[in-house]
């Protein structure tokens, strides 16, 4: 199994680069030096991996069967397709913490079900780089009809993953076909996208990032989707070129994200962005959807999580020792 502290991928906030934050907020010449860089970085990886901690643990609180049965029977009625958006993060957080947590594959089995009914098959942008988190992290600790499902589905339905949409919905797509294509004989592709196009889209769209910027730019909403997809790729593709193109995608949304963060608040002009408040900031009620403060739909403030798991800092000092999902929803 590769890097835990990867997990954070799943929350759909995309996890690592610890060196992120303890590359920033260092100004004085005394950090400069070797002994203090290193007593400095050591601090930053021990608090990094609290916040982490603490995020999946209060994730995996989250009622997934629950969620599951709301999608069935609530969400039709909503009029969205996304459910997996909110069902996969606790399943994903639960087997990050216990990978034989018989709650979580009953979970998942149910979304299995649910998706042998859809056209594509449960590969759909919030849906395919969740599932090849699951998969390329946990497939040699699974149950094998889980195993057996997620491979299924990316080999006669890879299609689905090549297919495009706003900036976000490609990245989360493609950066997942483009993962599956290293491992799967043949995928069934359709037109011209085939595998050397997703190598040369994802990597051209990252060079591009670096000349004229993004389309949704320092959203407080879909950065961290985006992040995520290209932490999938970071962490397990199989060519070096892709993992170093992955991770300077990832680099260029931190520092862009560094700049405009104060006090656990996204500031400054940005581009799809729907945050409502300040991480750590007094909990509204719990939405319709059953949101809380921890969930995106919620807060729609995913990017702030995000930023607060790499950087630290919040609106009000975190409680690292309660279950913020239950205080949220009581």
């Not at 294509?181 to 990032?209: A, C, F, K, M, N």
């Not at 000349?211 to 992040?227: D, P, V």
């Not at 193109?245 to 949304?253: E, I, Q, S």
Request: with cysteine.
């Amino acid at each position: 199994m590769k890097r835990t502290f990867s997990l954070f991928a799943i929350l759909t906030a995309a996890v690592g680069f610890a060196a992120c934050s303890a590359a920033m907020g260092r100004g004085d010449d005394a950090a400069t030096s070797p002994a203090a860089s290193s007593a400095q970085d050591r601090a930053d990886a021990t608090a990094f991996e609290q916040r982490r901690d603490f995020y999946l643990r209060n994730l995996a609180h989250l009622d997934a069967a629950g969620k599951m049965d709301w999608a069935r029977n609530v969400w039709p009625r909503v009029g969205d397709g996304d459910p997996h958006k909110y069902v996969l993060p606790p399943i994903l957080a639960r087997i990050g913490l216990d990978p034989t947590d018989e709650n979580a594959h009953e979970a998942y089995r149910g979304l299995m079900e649910y998706d042998r009914a859809k056209a594509d098959r449960g590969l759909y942008h919030f849906a395919a780089y969740l599932r090849t988190r699951l998969y390329f992290q946990f497939h040699d600790v699974l149950p094998e009809d889980i195993v057996q499902s997620n491979e299924y589905d990316a080999k006669h339905y890879f299609h689905i993953m090549t297919r495009g949409g706003t900036e976000n919905h490609a990245i989360m797509q493609r950066a997942s076909g483009y993962l599956w294509s290293e491992i799967i004989d043949e995928p069934q592709t359709r037109g011209d996208r085939t595998v050397p196009w997703l190598r040369d889209w994802l990597y051209g769209q990252v060079r591009r990032w670096f000349h004229i910027g993004t389309g949704e730019y320092c959203s407080s909403t879909y950065y961290a989707f985006s992040a995520a997809a290209l932490l999938n790729v970071a962490d397990f593709a199989q060519d070096p070129v892709m993992r170093d193109t992955a991770r300077a995608g990832v680099d260029r949304f931190a520092a862009a994200l560094a700049l405009k963060r104060f006090h656990g608040a996204h500031l400054g002009p940005e581009s799809r962005g729907f945050s409502h408040q300040a991480v750590g900031a007094q909990p509204g009620p719990v939405t319709a959807r059953g949101g809380t403060e921890l969930d995106y739909a919620g807060r729609g403030a995913i990017t702030d999580w995000l930023t607060w798991l790499w950087f630290g800092g919040s609106a009000a000092p975190m409680p690292m020792q309660e279950d913020v999902t239950v205080r949220v929803g009581a």
